[in-house]
């Protein structure tokens, strides 16, 4: 899967989680979502990119999730 469809993918996944009023739950649920229902090979090749290029395409977020995402 491309790099840019993961970020975008992961961005969705983090504006829905966004809007909840508990920050530090958000940002489990969303790295919760992301160990749950990506498959181990778009998780890998998201942290690679991530690794490669920064996390600048993230949003705050997914930024604070992915170091949870095993």
Known sequence: ???ANLIKMANQIGD????????????KDVAAHLQRNWE??????LHAYVYETGDSELSKIVRDALPLVK
């Open 40 to 45: 181990p090979r778009m998780r890998e090749a």
């Open 1 to 3: 899967m491309k790099p």
């Open 16 to 27: 829905f989680f966004d809007a909840m009023p508990n920050r530090e739950q958000a940002v």
